[in-house]
């Protein structure tokens, strides 16, 4: 009886698994404008340069959050991606602005696709499918789960 006993509390700790609330490896908890969010993180250069591109949707209250250690000012562009996005661009937890963003044209290069950013530095932006936010202002505030 005591072997079972063991048993089935070894077995029942292993059921726990990682904390429920803690987001999928890769993954961060967001809320903009009292929407929350999962999104993949983009914190290298690679990462960044990569984005979303390739990807047939982007499921609502998903996305990718674009982080910098410092503010950045840069223009994104939607060479390769399929889907229109919602960009929002951050700086020091406000929102300095929301733009959508439809696919680049089929057929263009790289340079001839339009730019999308802020004539001001940023240092997050966020890209969603345009329904996940669909009213956010400048001013709105981000916040990032660490």
Do not use: H, N
Not at 95 to 116: F, H, I, N, R
């Amino acid at each position: 009886m005591k072997g079972l006993a063991l048993l089935l509390a070894v077995v029942l700790a292993g059921c726990g698994g990682d904390d429920p609330a803690a987001p999928p490896d890769g993954r961060v908890r967001a809320t903009l404008d009292g929407v929350e969010l999962l999104l993949e993180v983009a914190d290298d250069p690679q990462e960044r340069a990569i984005g979303l591109m390739r990807r047939t949707s982007v499921p609502p209250g998903t996305g990718m959050v674009f982080r910098y250690d410092e503010p950045v000012q840069s223009r994104f562009y939607m060479y390769d991606v399929l889907v229109p996005l919602r960009a929002v661009f951050v700086r020091d937890g406000r929102v300095v602005l929301s733009v959508l963003m439809p696919p680049c044209e089929q057929g263009l290069a790289p340079q001839e696709c339009p730019t999308y950013g802020p004539d001001e530095p940023f240092d997050t932006v966020v890209e969603t499918a345009p329904e996940t936010l669909p009213d956010v202002q400048p001013g709105d505030r981000l916040e990032l789960a660490s």
